[in-house]
Every structure is written in C-alpha cells, then in structure tokens.
C-alpha cells in the first residue's frame, strides 16, 4: 500500500509541480491546502502518513504551528520545504520533530531521500502499534495473540510452527523450555523425531537472526533478551 502525502503550499504552482513529483515517486496524494485551518481540517479526515509542510502560509497561522496543532491529535511526519532559513524558524520547527527541513528551491533527489525515510519511519511507527506487546530488542517486536514478528518495521513471514514456538519460548523467557513440552505443545497427536524439532528451530533462528535462542544441552531451549 503506497503512502499517503498530504501538501500544503501556499503557492498554487509549487504545489501543484510538489504533487505531480511526489505521485511520479509512487506516493498517493490525498490532497492539497494553502492554509493553516484547511491542512488541520483534511489531516483529521484524511489520516496521510507524511505531509509536506510549508512554513509561511496564507492567514495568521504559519506552517510549524498548524503542525503542532496536527501532532496533538496524530502522530504524523512532517517535512517542511520552506524559504525560510532564519534561527527563530529553524528552533521552533525542532520543536515538532520533523523528518526533514528542505529550503527553497528545493533539490528534488532531497525531498524524494526525506520522503523515504518519513515514510518508513511512520509505517515502522504504525507497525509497532498494530503488533503489540512484546518488544525484543530494537529490532525486534512480537504479537503472541497475531503469532506477528516484526524487524525493523517489517513484518516477517511466519510459519505457524514457527509462530506457536515462538510464542512458547517468549512466553517461558530465561527459563528453559524442555523438549517434551515443546513436542507436546506443537504435536500433540503425533510422535516426532528429533530432526524435526531440530529443523523448526534452525528456520525460526535463522529468521531472528540467529540471536535470543540458547540450546540448553540434552534439556531443551531457552529465550534470552
């Protein structure tokens, strides 16, 4: 699903090259505004991942306050592409942790380099949202309910075995799960041989990058982080 960019330019032309430029990237536009009321208005209807911000707008309100306002009811990535250079500026546009601040004329492979990473910073954010609970380490979260492993933002793939291990391991951190729980747990209706147990293991480290799982020998396994 591509991400959704809203802009916000007081200037007809500019924002209609921005949207032309920004849809030729493969982002969806969900809409233009010039005005600090209209950008607040569409952000709360549209819900758009990043928005391209200017800092002077038409009206009393200028670019970084409307964003404030934006930021106290959702947490969106703002990249502001602005003429303005001063300190004053620059200070108070920190204040809304923007993802960029490009300045005008801007340099089109810049504003494609910041929306990239806006954009991945916001889907990583909204991951980490969607799949809950229990977080790894920096990379890594995991979902029990959903059997749901993300890296870095990315969801990876899965199997069901993998998934109820997983979960089982988490579920017994830093002690050891034995073999026969683990057997039982998995395959309760069928004898296993020790390849197969072995093998699931293998592929599900592998997909954590061969960390957090210890092999307590002649015992079972054991989740550390």
Known sequence: MSTKVMIVEDESIVAMELSSYVQGLGYEVVGRVSNADDAYTM????SPQV??????????EDGISVSKRIQLEKEIAVVYITAFTDDESLERAIET???????????RKELAAALKIASKSQKKREAD?????????????????????????EFIHLTRKEGELLALLIASKRQVLDFYTLENS?????SLNESTRRSLVYRLRSKLKHQFIETVSGIGYRMVF
């Open 129 to 153: 949202e969607d799949v809950g609970g229990i977080k790894i380490d920096s990379e890594f979260s995991f979902d029990p309910e959903k059997k749901a492993l993300l890296c870095c933002g």
């Open 186 to 190: 998995l395959w309760p209706e069928k």
């Open 43 to 46: 952000a709360m209807n549209t």
């Open 97 to 107: 942790n923007p993802a960029a601040y490009l300045t005008k004329p801007f340099n």
């Open 51 to 60: 928005i391209l911000m200017d800092v002077h707008l038409k009206g009393e």
